[in-house]
């Protein structure tokens, strides 16, 4: 089993930035597929970037393009999104998902088999 805790979430003005963590623990070998994913209520949850824990790729949704950064440290079993230029469109509950997969740039929820609690973020205009 993977766990998975999130961290870093808040409120913020436009413009502002966050840093949210993603600290996984148990058979952490299994997957090689880390994503973030956000949802508001009465939306499917939608995926905003994800990174190949393997090679380091990088996949972002075009909304985040440019503003989100994702970073890991393996050492650490850690994985970051760095957020720039926050809009209030961003506010969501936000989830870190891994998953075993040769896809890593497919952000769809369907297919991520481990998941945090989420995280709360809350962008104020």
Known sequence: QVQLVESGGGSVEAGGSLRLSCVASGYTSSYNCVAWLR?????????????????GVLYYANSVQGRFTISRDNAKNTVYLQMNVLQPEDTAMYFCA????????????????????????????
């Not at 508001?40 to 393997?54: L, Y």
């Not at 997969?101 to 962008?123: E, N, R």
Request: proline content about 2%; overall charge negative; aromatic content about 12%.
């Open 39 to 55: 949802q508001v209520p009465g939306k499917e949850r939608e995926g905003v970037a994800s990174i190949n824990t393997d090679s």
């Open 98 to 125: 891994a998953r075993a997969t040769s896809i890593c740039g497919d952000l769809s929820a369907y297919y991520y088999q481990y998941w945090g609690q989420g995280t709360q973020v809350t962008v104020s205009s």
